[in-house]
């Protein structure tokens, strides 16, 4: 399984950002798909995730300003990010569990994206 991810930039404080995350290979394997965000030198904090029955959920820092959704006929999940923070600003990855392998996770490249004040 390989993942793509999109959609990131320079955007203002206040503005909005659209990443999206295509997956291709082996696609019966995934299950679940989320995003994950890490600033150089600190930890990876997880996003929301969305299952192929498009439920989610999401980290409390980003709860009513992000949106995950999913298009399973495109293999693509998205992340709509609204009202953007400077705090918001990292590179952004998507991933996707196996089905079959429990635990076992596939990961994107990052795209970055930088929220200015």
């Known amino acids: 399984v390989q993942l793509q991810a999109s959609g990131g930039g320079l955007v203002h404080s206040g503005g909005f950002l659209k990443l999206s995350c295509a997956a291709s290979g082996n696609i019966h394997n995934i299950g679940s798909m989320g995003w994950y965000r890490q600033v150089s030198g600190k930890e990876r904090k997880f996003l929301p995730t969305a299952d192929s029955n498009g439920d989610s959920n999401y980290a409390e820092s980003v709860k009513g300003r992000f949106t995950i959704s999913r298009d399973n006929g495109k293999n693509t999940v998205y992340l709509q990010m609204n009202s953007l923070r400077s705090e918001d600003t990292a590179a952004y990855f998507c991933?996707?569990?196996?089905?079959?392998?429990?635990?076992?996770?596939?990961w994107g490249l990052g795209t970055q994206v930088t929220v200015s004040s």
């Open positions: 991933y996707a569990d196996d089905v079959f392998w429990a635990g076992k996770k596939y």
